[in-house]
């Protein structure tokens, strides 16, 4: 850059000037940064207090911006690169419900069974939020509906748990089991029925006399 700066420098906040280009979907200045040198995959080292090792990408993800996605990706950004927790690009955009981002990603390549330190996957990310359409659009590619985390806890059982009743009718609809019980002895329905969801405890009941 023009006298020399460094494109890599981290500010107070741990983030790269990219990072911070990337979170404003700056695309002339990230094509620009880019261009200069910066690192795609750099990571932060703080991040305002949260989580670190966040890279640009998941900022991007996070956005919904497929072209700051297609920058980033075309400048050999990792399209799997993991934070401290080992959250992915996907995940965030699974959590944050940003479809779009969810397709660039998965047409790129990423790994739509990848866990987390916790075991979760980008569709128990979307599972927890309530985000139906991005469970849609990871159901669409091939995703293991009933996929377990380290408590052998699956999707169904996060979405039940919080009475996301449309979502809870779409996961059962392509094979979510409700009565799948993990390590803590619950399984969706009784989860559904110990946080007073009584909208999902019918929609399960009912769908389980479907067969």
């Not at 052998?152 to 799948?180: C, H, T, W």
């Not at 110990?194 to 019918?202: A, E, F, L, R, Y």
């Amino acid at each position: 850059m023009k006298g020399g700066a460094d494109p890599n420098t981290l500010d107070a906040s741990g983030k790269s000037i990219l990072m911070s280009a990337t979170s404003r979907n700056d695309t002339d200045m990230m094509q620009l940064l880019l261009a200069c040198k910066a690192q795609p995959d750099l990571r932060s080292t703080n991040d305002d207090g949260n989580t670190a090792g966040t890279t640009a990408l998941t900022f991007a993800a996070g956005q919904g911006n497929v072209k700051s996605i297609k920058i980033l990706l075309a400048a050999g950004a990792d399209v799997d690169a993991a934070d401290e927790t080992g959250l992915t690009p996907l995940m965030c955009a699974a959590g944050l419900g940003k479809v779009d981002a969810i397709h660039e990603l998965l047409k790129n390549k990423a790994q739509i069974e990848i866990k987390d330190k916790y075991g979760y996957t980008a569709l128990m990310q979307a599972s927890k939020l309530g985000k139906t359409e991005a469970v849609r659009a990871l159901i669409e590619n091939g995703v293991d509906i009933n996929a377990k985390d380290n408590e052998n806890s699956i999707p169904i059982m996060f979405a039940a748990q919080r009475g996301y009743v449309e979502l809870v009718k779409l996961l059962l609809e392509y094979g979510a089991d409700p009565l799948f019980k993990g390590k803590h002895g619950l399984s969706a329905l009784d989860f559904a029925e110990q946080n007073s969801k009584g909208n999902v405890v019918k929609l399960v009941k009912d769908f389980k006399r479907t067969f």
